[in-house]
C-alpha cells in the first residue's frame, strides 16, 4: 500500500499544533534508532518510536494516531536518556495522546481487552495506561 507524502501533508496544521503543545521538533530527529533499542516496552508497539517520529516528520499522522504506540508508552523516560538530540520522546508520546483524546475519540479500556493479552503485557504498560486514562 503507498501512502501519499507531500509538502502540503507534512507541513499540515496537525503538524502545527503537535509542535506547540509539545514543544518539540520532530525534524531534529535523525533515525538513530537509540530510542527505540531503550524502550522497555518496545515489543507490544505496532510502531517503534523512532518509526513514530519519522511518520510524524514525513505527514503520516493518522497512521500514528490511530496506532497503540503512543498508548503502550510506559514514559520512563529511557528513551530521551538514549537521544543524542536530546528530544523528549515521552513528550511527544504524551502529546500525540492529548491529540487523541481532544478527538473525543474512544481509547484503550482496560476491560475490553482479551484475557490472553493483558497476561503478555508488561505490568509496567498497564499501570501507565491506567495513570494516562483516569480523569
Known sequence: MQKEISTKKIFSKLLEKFETISGENTFNCYQCGCCSAACPVASEMDLLPSQVMRYIQIGLTDEVLNGNTMW?????????????????????????????????????????????????????????????MTG
Open 72 to 132: 503502550i508508552c510506559a514514559t520512563c523516560y529511557a528513551c530521551q536518556a538514549r537521544c543524542p538530540r536530546g528530544i523528549d520522546i515521552a513528550t511527544v508520546m504524551e502529546t500525540l495522546r492529548q491529540i487523541k483524546l481532544r478527538k473525543n475519540e474512544d481509547w484503550t479500556v482496560l476491560g475490553k481487552i482479551d484475557v490472553d493479552e493483558l497476561n503478555k503485557l508488561p505490568p509496567i504498560a498497564l499501570i501507565s495506561n491506567l495513570r494516562k
